[in-house]
C-alpha cells in the first residue's frame, strides 16, 4: 500500500502544530487544576500565621518541589507557545516561518529551563537533604 | 457529513473564518466564539507578564517558595501594588483557565447533557475560588496576629 500524504506532511495532521497543540493543553490543563488548589492553599493565610505555614510547609518538600519545577515549566511552555500562537493569528503572513518559529519557541523555552532547573534543582536536592 | 476532498489550502470548517494565507489558522466568524478567541489572546498577553512574573518571583527568584511563609505574605500584601498583581492574576488566570477547560470540554465530552454538568462544575468552582480569592486578598490584615508581624 502506498504511503499515504497528508496535506501537512507524512505524520498524521503531522506539523510541529500537532505536537505543540498537545502540549499547549496539557500544560494549560496541569495550570489551571493547579491554580485551584493554589488559590485555596492561599487563602488560608487569612486564618492566621499557624494554619498557613502548617499549609505552606508542604511546598517544601523536596518532592512537591519537583512537581513545582514541573509548574514552571508548564507555566513558561503556555507562556512561550502563546506567544507563538498569537504571532500566528495576528499576523498570519509569519505561517510562512511556521517550522523556523516552532523551532525557535521551543529552543526558547529549553533554555530558559536551563538556569531555572539548575537554581530550583539545588533547593529540591538540599529539601531532598542531598547538597 | 460527506468527506471532503482536500485541496491545498484546506476549506475553513463551518463556522470559521477563512484564512488568507495557505499555511494560517482559521478563527471563529463571530458571536461569542470571537470574544472568547479574543479574549484568551488578550488575557495571554496580560498574563505573559502577570503570571511568568509571578511564577519567576515566588518559585525560582531569591529562595523560590522556601521564602514563602506568613510573615512573607504579610510584608508583600502590605503593598497595594502586589494585591492588586495578584487580585488581577487571580481574575484573569480563573477566566482564561476555564474557558480553555471549556474549549477541550468540547473535544471530550460529546453528550450535550454531561458537557452542561462538567461544564457547570468547573464554572461554580471558578466563581467560588474568585469569590475566596477576593475576599482574602481584599481583607488580608497581619495585624489580626501581632505577636508574628
Redesign the interface.
Known sequence: MAKRKS?FGTLYKGSPGQWSWLAH?IT??A??LF??AH??D??V??W??EA??RV?DV??NWVV?LM?LG??AA??YH?IN??K??L???W??T??Y?KGLSLASTGLFLLAMLP?TW??GE?ILNSAGIL | MAVQA?E?A?AAPEGRAP???A???D?PAGGFELWSWLFM?IS??V??VL??GH?LIM???D????R????F?AARWGSPFWRTWDWAL?VL??IH??N??RV?VQDYVRWPGARLAVNMAFYV?GFV?FV??T??VF??DPN??PA?T
Open positions: 496535506d493543553r494549560g490543563l495550570v489551571i491554580l485551584f488559590v485555596v492561599t487563602a493565610v487569612g492566621g500565621p498557613y505555614n505552606v511546598y517544601h518541589k513545582e509548574l514552571v507555566v513558561l507562556a502563546g506567544t500562537i498569537m500566528f493569528d495576528f498570519p503572513s505561517t510562512r511556521m531555572i537554581i530550583m533547593s | 482536500r491545498h484546506p484564512s488568507a494565507y499555511g494560517s489558522r478563527r489572546r495571554g498577553l498574563l505573559l503570571a511568568v511564577v518559585h525560582v527568584l529562595e523560590g517558595v522556601d514563602v511563609d506568613f510573615g505574605v487571580l488566570a480563573l483557565g476555564i480553555g477547560l477541550i468552582i475560588l475566596l480569592g475576599v482574602v481583607t488580608f489580626a496576629w508574628v
